[in-house]
Nanobody
Framework: VQMAETGGGLVQAGGSLRLSCVPS????????MAWFRQTPGKERELIAS????????QYAESVKGRFTISRDNDQNTLYLQMNSLKPEDTAVYFC??????????????WGPGTQVTVSS
């Protein structure tokens, strides 16, 4: 299984980006999925999770109300819509499967991630 994250870039504070994750080697339609992010010198942080059917979503307090996780199981794609971006959202963003919605780390090896840089 290999995760492939895209959609990152450089954006001004207050702007928006939409990230995509298309795993290879697995169909996400039966799995809980999540987005994580990591900045240099810090541990990888789970920021948003989705149940296998998308009906249950959870968010870290730092992104609640600004980020939205969604999925298109037919397209085998996970999304993260990021609005009202702040400089502190600057990080490398990763996706992964979760064992359960209460899990705090991913099941699979980490993909390369996608860099998000928010300028002030």
């Amino acid at each position: 299984v290999q995760m492939a994250e895209t959609g990152g870039g450089l954006v001004q504070a207050g702007g928006s980006l939409r990230l995509s994750c298309v795993p290879s080697g697995v169909s996400i339609n039966v799995y809980n999925m999540a987005w994580f992010r990591q900045t240099p010198g810090k541990e990888r942080e789970l920021i948003a999770s989705s149940s296998w059917n998308g009906l249950t979503t959870q968010y870290a307090e730092s992104v609640k109300g600004r980020f939205t996780i969604s999925r298109d199981n037919d397209q085998n794609t996970l999304y993260l819509q990021m609005n009202s971006l702040k400089p502190e959202d600057t990080a490398v963003y990763f996706c992964n499967r979760l064992h359960t919605l209460s899990s705090s780390t991913g099941v699979d090896s980490w993909g390369p991630g996608t860099q998000v840089t928010v300028s002030s």
